[in-house]
């Protein structure tokens, strides 16, 4: 008898070591760019440039050396009318681009801005301006309102501003504070609403080569980027929201098997 309570002792000793050191182990997965060496990846997804989409909210600014005539342009209303002027909390005038992808500009008119970028509209306007009556006008626009979401294991999930005319999936995530720990690298999702229907792009951190080269690599407007948690944290979750299936569960398990083989054969 106490030569198998000995036996099963050495087994629960043995399990519990397996565990700590599979617990221990560096997962492969974790190092981003794997397949970098000093090389150039050509990037072939576009110049990723964000443009004005129906539905954006842009806010276009005049400036001139004669302020009454420039004030002609920055007119502000207090409506919600598709494709008018409206007064945003900073006080800039802006509009929200119509499902035709246009907006009602003072003294211009209807103008179509949609699939423009930011400085393109700003250099169109301006080129109206400067034909017309404001002959030294300077035009700024902005997006007001351009954001991705981020969900999953990144550290700060949420929906986080778009503020520059480009932006990575890489900066995304920074922006996002970064994976976690728990997070798979080489499993990220981005969701695009497209006209024809919403895409999926399955995108892999560890493989730079094939990363630049993905639709997504450059982030949209409105996507959405997921990030899959790995195999760990899938097995640490329950239905119930219990981590009964952690490593450190079974490592205090068997540890505790191992105290009581102890006692039983002394």
Same mark, same amino acid.
Request: proline share 4%.
């Given at each position: ?28 997965d974790?190092?981003y760019?794997?397949?970098v ?5 050509? !990037? ?10 129906p ?21 502000? !209303? ?18 929200? !681009? ?9 003294v211009l ?39 991705f ?62 990363? !630049? ?54």
């Amino acid at each position: 008898m106490n030569y198998v309570i000995k036996r099963f002792a050495r087994a629960t000793v043995l399990m519990g070591g397996l565990f700590l050191v599979a617990s221990c182990s560096t997962p492969k997965d974790v190092t981003y760019f794997q397949d970098v060496k000093e090389t150039v990846l050509p !990037v072939v997804a576009g110049d990723g440039l964000i443009k004005i989409e129906p539905g954006d909210r842009v806010s276009v600014i005049v400036k001139s050396k004669d302020p009454a005539l420039a004030d002609l342009y920055n007119l502000t !209303v207090n409506t919600n009318r598709l494709g008018t002027a409206v007064s945003s909390p900073e006080g800039m005038s802006s509009y929200i !681009v119509s499902k035709d992808g246009t907006i009602d500009f003072p003294v211009l008119g209807t103008l179509k801005v949609a699939g423009m970028t930011r400085s393109e509209l700003a250099g169109f306007i301006t080129g109206e301006l400067r034909a017309g009556h404001v002959r030294d006008a300077v035009v700024s626009v902005e997006l007001m309102n351009a954001s991705f979401s981020a969900m999953g294991e990144v550290k700060q999930p949420g929906r986080i501003p778009i503020t520059k005319d480009r932006i990575t999936i890489l900066e995304a995530l920074s922006l996002a504070g970064d994976l976690d720990i728990q997070g798979r690298r080489d499993n990220i999702t981005v969701i695009r609403q497209e006209d024809d229907g919403v895409h999926t792009y399955r995108l892999d951190l560890t493989n730079m080569g094939e990363l !630049v080269q993905s639709p997504a690599y450059y982030i949209r407007q409105d996507d959405v980027v997921y990030v899959e948690p790995n195999d760990v944290k899938k097995r640490q979750t329950t239905v119930n929201g219990n981590n009964v299936l952690s490593w450190g569960f079974w490592v205090s398990v068997a540890s505790l098997l191992t105290s009581i083989a102890v006692l039983i054969v002394k």
